[in-house]
């Protein structure tokens, strides 16, 4: 039985620490069917919640940068730490803004893997993945209804509300747009829908991720996702939404990387996807993979007033060098689909340089991609034949021929280079086996050698649905420390999951968790939020929340090689002959 919990001890007055209130008890592929959650006795103290003498002590200079920014003038107060964890005043006062259940859409109930109608009532896209403080949110709108409306809300923590209601349009007049044609060289569904409705994003609109609830006048809601990025921002602490990987396995107009119309099946898969179209995924109501495997770590962020920003993995491509600016990038649940640029430009360069990574998912950087523009601008088109001697370029630049897997491509480049592990299979569900309880990892959590955490009353597992793992075999780096090492069933037959850190000579570090479960877990919402969503709900898997929150103090505060240097462990799980397992991943 695993040792877990809240550090124990009375709490200190005044004290914004690792201890916390009681909170109401609340509940990849998989959780796309509905939002997992958390609760009970969350530990790590949330300044929100815990901490309200010392925000106090500093709500006069919140309340000047709040003012500020109403004035047009964007500044960035003052970072202060709290047991090891940079704390942003303005993201402090930001989540004291009024929050709102108004930004839920209550999905309809639907078989598990059914796709809900299409096309939809009403439907949209944004015509850029991020802006920034005076860009144009361009939306193309599709809709049955006579008129509709668009609600922005920015996402976090709100008093447990998750949301706050940042502009709203007047009623606008509803069109129903066409279906394109597809385009057969490489089955790409790409829309040229017309623009319907702009909005300016304000100087008071945070940096963060924002979804827009479309409202039909006959009833029917959708949402729009996109990010504001803050490209000055130093935050110690990047949270980087995964779009390509969102669409890649969309499939509105019937096909995605993963198949096609009208069966579905792998040969008829697009080769190219666009942008330029609305999500469709079950239960999501066309919010990409935002609310399974981003939302619960922005919410848990939030409110803890961590010194965070935002940008998406196209941002890292386009911008790779505004990684140094950051200690820390955290690659949130599915994080699979990844440019040459992102990679190599991008985190590659940092790591050598003292940038720090999260990985907190499973599966992330296993397929290449490039990024070509649509006619609504650059980087708007998801470019992965998965057979790189299908993909033109392979003849004038093979190392960027997409191919099955990195491992796999012309010019393999195995992830565990960068991550340290290895991609092995999906379809993985066990407990998460503690290997290295007296790693700094699990300070605080009580848990020893052997013990489990196990997933939540309904069946949701930390260990799956995709998994990690360790080969000695395969080029990476040799001070890995695995500090999980779980045992499970997968397609690919029995293996293990390793949750795993280490760090590059005179660099940064790396950890990854190694189970693409891993973020769904830590959503620790409050009743009124947990009431207001239809999804199932059950206990908090505790644990999780604590060792985020040691990640990410360990991460923010500078290069892990001078703080956290790695010993390598890996020699006690694996002889270093030990054979390479087969990954198995859905093509």
């Not at 509905?34 to 103290?45: I, Q, W």
């Not at 925000?55 to 500044?75: D, E, I, K, M, N």
């Not at 202060?80 to 859409?105: F, K, M, Q, S, Y």
């Not at 599966?363 to 609504?376: G, M, T, W």
Request: some cysteine; aromatic content about 10%.
């Amino acid at each position: 039985m695993a040792r877990c919990g809240p550090p124990s001890g009375p709490p200190r007055a005044g004290h914004c620490g690792w201890l916390s209130p009681t909170i109401d008890d609340v509940d990849r592929r998989r959780f796309l069917q509905g939002l997992g959650a958390l609760g009970g006795s969350v530990l790590a103290g949330s300044v929100l919640d815990a901490c309200s003498a010392t925000a106090g002590r500093r709500s006069t200079a919140a309340a000047r940068q709040t003012a500020a920014a109403r004035r047009g003038v964007r500044r960035m107060p003052a970072v202060h730490e709290v047991d090891g964890l940079p704390v942003a005043d303005w993201v402090v006062e930001e989540n004291r803004r009024p929050g709102t259940l108004a930004w839920v859409i209550h999905p309809q109930p639907l078989p598990p893997g059914v796709l809900p109608a299409w096309p939809a009532a009403i439907e949209g896209y944004a015509d850029r993945v991020s802006y920034v403080a005076g860009d144009e949110v361009g939306l193309h709108v599709s809709t049955t209804a006579s008129s509709f409306r668009a609600e922005v809300y920015r996402m976090g923590y709100y008093q447990g509300h998750g949301a706050r209601l940042v502009a709203t349009t007047g009623e606008i007049s509803g069109r129903l747009r066409s279906v394109p044609a597809l385009e057969t060289a490489t089955n790409t569904v790409q829309c040229d829908w017309p623009r319907s409705v702009a909005l300016t994003v304000g100087p008071d609109w945070s940096p963060g991720a924002y979804l827009v609830k479309l409202v039909a006048s006959s009833g029917e809601r959708h949402y729009v996702p996109f990010c504001v990025r803050d490209d000055a921002s130093t935050a110690a602490i990047v949270v980087q939404s995964s779009v390509t990987t969102w669409q890649a396995y969309n499939l509105w107009g019937g096909y995605s990387l993963y198949g096609g119309a009208p069966t579905g099946a792998l040969a008829d898969r697009s080769r190219i996807v666009s942008f330029d179209r609305p999500y469709r995924n079950p239960d999501q109501n066309g919010s990409g993979d935002f609310l399974g495997n981003e939302f619960p770590f922005i919410y848990l962020a939030e409110r803890h007033g961590l010194d965070v920003t935002y940008w998406t993995d196209v941002d890292l491509h386009r911008r790779p060098e505004l990684l140094a600016r950051h200690r820390c990038l955290v690659s949130l649940g599915h994080d699979e689909y990844w440019s040459w640029q992102m990679r190599f430009d991008g985190v590659m360069d940092h790591l050598a340089t003292g940038t720090n990574v999260a990985f907190l998912g499973a599966n992330a950087c296993y397929r290449q991609i490039r990024l070509e523009p649509s006619p609504l601008g650059e980087d708007r088109r998801v470019i992965c034949y998965k057979d790189a001697a299908a993909d033109p370029i392979a003849a004038t630049d093979p190392k960027l021929a997409t191919g099955a897997s990195w491992a796999t491509d012309l010019v393999p480049y195995p992830e565990s280079e960068m991550i340290g592990v290895m991609y092995q299979a999906y379809g993985a569900s066990a407990p998460f086996v503690v290997a290295d309880a007296s790693s700094w990892i699990f300070a605080g959590t009580g848990l020893a050698d052997g013990d489990t955490i196990s997933g939540a009353p309904s069946g949701q597992q930390v260990v799956g649905s995709e998994v990690d793992g360790f080969e000695p075999l395969l080029p990476g780096p040799r001070n890995v420390e695995i500090v999980g090492h779980s045992p499970t069933t997968s397609v690919g037959g029995r293996l293990y999951s390793d949750a795993s850190y280490y760090t590059r000579p005179t660099g940064g570090g790396v950890f990854a968790t190694g189970t693409a479960s891993w973020v769904q877990l830590l959503w620790d919402g409050v009743r009124p939020l947990d009431n207001a969503l239809s999804f199932g709900v059950s206990p908090a898997v505790v644990p999780l929340t604590r060792i985020t929150l040691n990640v990410l103090a360990t991460l923010a505060s500078g290069p892990a090689s001078r703080v956290r240097p790695s010993v390598g462990n890996w020699h006690r799980f694996y002889a270093a002959d030990t054979p390479v397992v087969n990954s198995v991943d859905v093509p």
